[in-house]
T-cell receptor
Framework: DQQVKQNSPSLSVQEGRISILNCDYT??????FLWYKKYPAEGPTFLIS?????DKNEDGRFTVFLNKSAKHLSLHIVPSQPGDSAVYFC?????????????FGKGTSLLVTP | SQTIHQWPATLVQPVGSPLSLECTVE??????LYWYRQAAGRGLQLLFY??????ISSEVPQNLSASRPQDRQFILSSKKLLLSDSGFYLC?????????????FGPGTRLTVT
């Protein structure tokens, strides 16, 4: 059962424009949400996180927005750069017997064109 | 900050052969450790997690097993590989203190079962 969903498998954006990656979840018990960036043949790199008690968190060019009522979060990248081209994974965690094991979406492949 | 090492980086093994993948962590003590697998065209699936030496929990029934002989060492094994075991295997850890819900990933091992 996929509890975290990224419905757009790919996204193409022009350099300098805004990239918006979306994520939906079903489990209201999730208390932290994270975004990871992954290049081929490498491990995911942590980008930014947000607690369920907040609705926005910003770090440089990256901003994550959380809408708890809609069970939706999004990652905004402004301005987009060619080096941002990668697969972005949304993840959510809730405390369980496995500690804070993450539930991942299937990823969105972002291509930033010059 | 923590560093996660995984080896080998790539592996090609015949069906029915054994498997041993190793993960070691530096820069943190008493981490929670996780094994994930990314199959082709799919997201990250949690396989095993460990909250301490000798403590292993499995999320998905399969022909794989995990062991944690030391605090910062996590091993993924199989006695007989199946074709469906092919994928990209990632080790992750959470660090003590700070934002305990954030997981950090190693570089991964690409396993191809032929």
């Amino acid at each position: 059962d996929q509890q975290v969903k990224q419905n757009s498998p790919s996204l193409s954006v022009q350099e300098g424009r805004i990239s918006i990656l979306n994520c939906d979840y079903t489990n209201s018990m999730f208390d932290y949400f994270l975004w990871y960036k992954k290049y081929p043949a490498e491990g995911p790199t942590f980008l930014i996180s947000i607690s369920s008690i907040k609705d926005k968190n910003e770090d440089g060019r990256f901003t994550v927005f959380l809408n708890k009522s809609a069970k939706h979060l999004s990652l905004h990248i402004v301005p987009s750069q060619p080096g941002d081209s990668a697969v972005y994974f949304c993840a959510a965690s809730a405390y369980s017997n496995s500690g804070y094991a993450l539930n991942f979406g299937k990823g969105t492949s972002l291509l930033v064109t010059p | 900050s923590q560093t996660i090492h995984q080896w080998p980086a790539t592996l090609v093994q015949p069906v029915g052969s054994p498997l041993s993948l190793e993960c070691t962590v530096e820069g943190t003590s008493n981490p929670n450790l996780y094994w994930y697998r990314q199959a082709a065209g799919r997201g990250l699936q949690l396989l095993f997690y460990s909250v301490g030496i000798g403590q292993i929990s499995s999320e998905v029934p399969q022909n794989l097993s995990a062991s944690r002989p030391q605090d910062r060492q996590f091993i993924l094994s199989s006695k007989k590989l199946l074709l469906s075991d092919s994928g990209f295997y990632l080790c992750a850890c959470t660090t003590s203190g700070r934002r305990y819900y954030e997981q950090y990933f190693g570089p991964g091992t690409r396993l191809t079962v032929t």
